[in-house]
């Protein structure tokens, strides 16, 4: 939408626009990939406490997989409009995912999981 409503702010011309289509592909494959890992692993997407501590796959990347997925989603969806103002929404979201989401899950994930967890976060980046 607003790509039609700001016409002004569509600075990015075709066919640069197309890298919005290869970092959306990027996103979509990290969600897929730790909703899989999840999965596999038995333990919750949703706020429900963790069953296990996933260390392999994706999350041996980032602790944060399907967080870099969403945000690389949303980027993806920025560049391929063109819009500049699109911009504003992945940014929000990394700002909102880092500030009060990953630390809210983060605390949950050291008290469940101790010393396991913290040496694993120690080891792997909390985005990439």
């Given amino acids: 939408?607003?790509?039609?409503?700001?016409?002004?702010?569509?600075?990015?011309?075709?066919?640069?626009?197309?890298?919005?289509?290869?970092?959306?592909?990027?996103?979509?494959?990290?969600?897929?990939?730790?909703?899989?890992?999840?999965?596999?692993?038995?333990?919750?997407?949703?706020?429900?406490?963790?069953?296990?501590?996933?260390?392999?796959?994706?999350?041996?990347?980032?602790?944060?997989?399907?967080y870099v997925g969403f945000v690389a989603f949303l980027l993806g969806l920025s560049v391929y409009s063109g819009n500049v103002l699109t911009l504003l929404c992945p940014v929000f979201m990394f700002l909102v995912l880092d500030r009060m989401f990953i630390p809210y899950e983060e605390e949950k994930m050291a008290a469940s999981f101790g010393q396991d967890y913290l040496n694993y976060k120690q080891r792997v980046r909390r985005w990439l």
């Fill in 1 to 66: 939408m607003l790509r039609h409503w700001f016409p002004a702010m569509n600075w990015i011309p075709f066919p640069f626009t197309l890298i919005g289509l290869l970092i959306l592909g990027f996103g979509i494959g990290f969600i897929v990939g730790a909703r899989l890992s999840l999965k596999t692993h038995v333990t919750p997407v949703t706020f429900a406490p963790s069953t296990c501590l996933i260390v392999e796959g994706l999350y041996r990347r980032s602790r944060n997989p399907m």
